[in-house]
């Protein structure tokens, strides 16, 4: 699976938001985002889309875990808690899945494991594989 994680270090969205793919296996992820001021709102809270950016990604990684090109096509999120500061941590789980489709569950918690979001995606498998 390094090779996997090797080709999600392309993903130059998620290195600028600086978002760390820690773990991937087959139809499962884990990432990180240490939040920065560059991901407070105006309020002083996480940016929603700062939280979807890290659920999306690692959902990504999950998704694609399998070298076949693997494309989002539904997506949806709830927050549950907001977050400040420290880490915020993203773990993908696939669901279900067959040769066209995976459904994803990812949750999102922070340092103390309080759950701060779930993502709910689903995936559209091309035929394609990825070259790695």
């Known amino acids: 699976m390094e090779k996997i994680k090797e080709f999600f270090k392309k993903d130059k969205f998620a290195e600028y938001?600086?978002?760390?793919?820690?773990?991937?296996?087959e139809g499962w992820a884990k990432s990180k985002m240490e939040i920065t001021e560059n991901h407070l709102n105006g309020i002083g809270t996480?940016?929603?889309?700062?939280?979807?950016?890290l659920a999306d990604f690692t959902?990504?990684?999950a998704a694609?875990?399998?070298r076949t090109v693997?494309?989002?096509?539904?997506?949806?999120?709830?927050?549950?808690?907001?977050?400040?500061?420290?880490?915020l941590f993203a773990e993908a789980e696939e669901i279900s899945a067959n040769p066209k489709l995976g459904t994803y569950t990812i949750t999102v918690t922070d340092?103390?494991?309080?759950?701060?979001?779930?993502?709910?995606?689903?995936?559209y498998r091309k035929r394609d594989k990825i070259d790695i």
């Open 17 to 25: 938001t600086g978002i760390e793919l820690l773990e991937v296996k």
């Open 64 to 66: 694609n875990s399998y």
């Open 111 to 123: 340092d103390n494991g309080e759950l701060i979001a779930i993502f709910q995606g689903m995936a």
């Open 70 to 87: 693997t494309v989002a096509i539904n997506a949806n999120i709830s927050f549950m808690k907001a977050a400040r500061s420290g880490t």
């Open 59 to 61: 959902f990504a990684a």
């Open 46 to 53: 996480v940016h929603g889309g700062a939280i979807f950016t």
